[in-house]
């Protein structure tokens, strides 16, 4: 496991948001981890990570030429989108100032919990394959509410029965932020996809 | 069973605005304009520093009625001002939900000698500081994140620089340090040993560190994050230069690709007039708002 680990590359997209947290945590766990700001910046990476921020930020940042590379990139190799990278990879209700790539067949509403006063940590239900004994705490901060989880996706986590964590083929989307906790449980399932891919398609 | 604003909620606002710009408005069309030019974050004041700079007086919280109008606009966070000490002001704004309190030198501060207890809100708060030491008191106080003062209102950045600079170069020192010396840095610096020791140990300030006062241009922003600012807040560099929107906009992408000068180069590129600003070398002590802050 930490010998196929060590040989990820993975990419950060550092447009905004907290991709330090997750270059952190990717580096800890062995990788080789790049920061990504450009279409050239995807080449050559095994994986990438969509970090949360601010979707209508990451919206006005990304040049054509990045939305193109990214819908290329993210429709063939593992992503993992959290709060507003999950948003990004998903789908959202009509607004001028959010352009999601729309590749996960999810509809979710953005800060669906309310402003930051109503961001919360909550113990999660975990689906059987990443449940142990130990608990696992979510973060959620600012946090997309999932309104529609279409047929190809399914449900890896729930926050009081509704889905906070989910995947389409090798797309991860987590409404929380595994990067801030020391569970590093999605961590792992994400990474696995790199080196068996055939694992994320039943 | 899920609990609110606990510290990991706190800082994890603060991590997500990480590489951003949060700009300076006064009105919901300013904020529009800002969330278009892909602000990750808006503050919502009376007058921008400048003006009240200008026209003197006591500078005090925002109307309700204008802050309320701004949340109505925007869907990116929006942070409001209380003036330093001045805790029911900060539960005034917490009753409003505003995303983020800035207990900020630039209102006239309502107490002299304590800062707000930051512990007891469920809004993260952010504070200025000048040095590692400052910076330390307001994070034991309960700060979320913390900004340098640099001068606000001037359009001159070399005060944020210095007091970037200040914190990078004793955070620097401190992870060379023995205990016993560590004890002795908390006494001459007036911080919090508990706070010196996580500094030591991550080799950063155990919140986010952000630069703001006196960044004007693109490139004062890159300036800015080249010295390791995690994220820059820019007050009356936008809307008291020439043209807002398309220096907004260039901000956020010199921000975004900090350490690309071909980029600089482009974004820099067509903006008109930047705010005139005022040197600071040339200001009297007494304009400082720098120095307001225990």
């Known amino acids: 496991m930490v010998e196929t680990v060590v040989k990820a590359r993975v990419g950060v997209l550092a447009l905004q948001g907290d991709f330090p947290m997750h270059v952190k945590r990717l580096t800890e766990l062995g990788c080789d981890v790049r920061e990504v700001r450009t279409a050239q910046d995807l080449e050559e990476l095994d994986a990438l990570i969509w970090p949360g921020g601010e979707s209508t930020t990451m919206t006005r940042v990304m040049t054509d030429e990045l939305r193109a590379a990214l819908l290329e990139f993210c429709s063939s190799k593992p992503v993992w989108g959290t709060c507003a990278g999950m948003i990004m990879l998903a789908k959202t209700h009509p607004d001028p100032r959010v352009k999601t790539l729309e590749l996960a067949d999810v509809l979710v509403n953005r800060n669906g919990w309310g402003r930051q006063v109503h961001s919360f940590e909550a113990e999660l239900t975990l689906s059987d394959s990443l449940r142990t004994e130990t608990p696992f705490q979510g973060v959620f901060i600012r946090a997309p509410r999932v309104e529609m989880v279409g047929e190809k996706a399914r449900v890896l986590a729930w926050y009081q029965d509704e889905p906070v964590a989910l995947a389409q083929g090798r797309i991860l989307l987590t409404t929380f932020h595994p990067e801030l906790t020391h569970d590093d449980r999605f961590h792992r399932l994400f990474l696995s996809w790199i080196e068996q891919p055939n694992s994320a398609a039943n | ?294």
């Open chain 2, 1 to 294: 069973m899920s609990i609110t604003g606990t510290f990991a909620t706190k800082i994890g606002l603060a991590e997500m605005l990480r590489g951003g710009v949060i700009m300076d408005v006064t009105t919901a069309e300013q904020a529009r304009i800002a969330e278009q030019a892909g602000a990750c974050a808006v503050m919502a004041l009376e007058r921008v520093p400048a003006d009240i700079r200008r026209d003197g007086g006591v500078a005090r919280m925002s109307d309700v009625a204008v802050i309320r109008e701004i949340q109505d606009t925007v869907s990116i966070p929006v942070m409001a001002k209380c003036r330093i000490g001045h805790f029911v002001e900060a539960q005034i704004l917490e009753a409003l939900e505003v995303d983020f309190i800035d207990e900020s030198e630039v209102l006239t501060p309502a107490d002299e000698q304590y800062h707000v207890d930051k512990h007891k809100f469920k809004v993260p708060f952010v504070c200025g500081c000048r040095n590692l030491g400052e910076a330390l008191r307001r994070i034991a106080e309960g700060a979320a994140m913390i900004r340098t003062k640099g001068e606000a209102g001037t359009g001159d950045i070399v005060e944020a620089v210095r007091h970037m600079r200040s914190v990078m170069s004793e955070i620097r020192r401190v992870q060379t340090m023995g205990d016993e010396e560590l004890v002795h840095l908390g006494k001459e610096i007036g911080a919090p040993l508990e706070q010196l020791k996580q500094v030591r140990e991550l080799g950063k300030l155990p919140v986010p560190n952000f630069a703001a006062g006196g960044i004007a241009t693109p490139a004062d922003a890159a300036l800015m994050m080249q010295l390791g600012a995690e994220a820059v807040f820019v007050g009356s560099g936008i809307f008291k230069s020439n043209d807002p929107a398309a220096r907004a906009e260039a901000i956020v992408l010199a921000t975004t690709h900090y350490r690309d000068p071909h980029m600089l180069v482009k974004v820099s590129t067509g903006l008109r007039g930047a705010m005139q600003g005022l040197a600071v070398h040339s200001m009297a002590e007494g304009d400082l708002l720098s120095t307001r802050g225990w």
